[in-house]
């Protein structure tokens, strides 16, 4: 989880590298097709299985609300403090909980809803409208938030069927050509330098989605999740030490506030996971009748 978070954190400085040379859709289908190539090996190496499914519509559906969230974070990266951008970006889990209410039809009980309420006070704290430092470019990453809650409740869907290889698999086909679509409407020929940074960008964002997966398959999640949180202190400090940011209080405490909440949402699925599997497995050793 500690090079998962490493290598998202790295891939946010360099989208903003290269937005500096190139528009945010331009740098949005390289990561793609980057990702795309640096995955493939990996990805060819589980067999033909990996390419069955029966859910194209929904992967469709799933590529386009995920490339429009991935468009407003890679803007907020590239546009905003990076310190701001990265801690509006972890209300995601917030909004996660708010959909699996409404639309898996979870129980979401007092305790989870009130860490959902700190979540929101948390991105207020950080957008504040109404004060004169509120900007509607703040709001573009709080969009991305929403719309990735939105795919993370449907990647849970397709995983019901579907190996999580082929949802990357598939994820990555989509994204690709929808991503070209709105970059050639800005098309831009990279510089030498630009090319660097685009390449790295993709790489970069592989090797964090990889090692995110392994680590949620070998530990728990409430042991993990507070190790992610490491990302925001370490794109400050670059962001202080390569674009001269300055990271000011009312982000500092909004994002307490929001890994605060999800710290709390983490240790509450991982408990009520627990308290599942123990209910199935004394279901399970009862004597048949």
Not at 156 to 181: E, I
Request: proline share 6%.
């Amino acid at each position: 989880m500690l090079g998962s978070t490493l290598g998202f954190g790295l891939m946010a400085v360099t989208i903003r590298l290269a937005t500096a040379h190139v528009p945010t859709t331009e740098v949005a289908f390289f990561r793609n097709a980057f990702g795309l190539l640096a995955m493939l090996p990996i990805l060819l190496g589980a067999g033909p299985q990996v390419w069955k499914t029966r859910q194209l519509p929904r992967y469709a559906l799933r590529s386009g609300i995920g490339l429009v969230s991935m468009l407003c974070g890679f803007w907020a990266l590239g546009h905003l403090p990076l310190s701001q951008a990265t801690a509006i970006s972890y209300s995601t889990p917030v909004f996660v909980t708010i959909a699996a209410a409404l639309w898996l039809g979870e129980v979401v009980r007092v305790r989870r809803w009130a860490a959902v309420m700190a979540g929101f006070i948390g991105v207020l704290l950080i957008v504040r409208p109404g004060h004169h430092a509120f900007s509607f470019g703040l709001l573009v990453p709080v969009a991305a938030a929403i719309l990735s809650a939105i795919v993370a409740i449907q990647i849970k869907q397709l995983t019901r069927t579907d190996s999580p290889d082929t949802v990357v698999l598939y994820t990555y086909l989509f994204w690709v050509p929808l991503s070209l679509v709105p970059a050639l409407l800005q098309w831009v020929w990279p510089s030498p330098v630009a090319w660097l940074w685009l390449a790295a960008t993709g790489v970069l964002g592989t090797i964090g989605q990889l090692l995110w997966t392994r680590a949620l398959r070998l530990g728990d999640v409430s042991a993990l999740t507070p190790i992610s949180f490491t990302q925001l202190p370490l794109v400050a400090t670059l962001g202080w030490l390569l674009f001269g940011e300055v990271l000011d209080a009312w982000t500092v405490a909004g994002a307490a506030v929001i890994l605060g909440a999800n710290a709390y949402i983490a240790h509450r699925e991982a408990v009520l996971a627990r308290k599942a599997a123990s209910q199935r497995l004394s279901a399970g050793a009862q004597p048949s009748e």
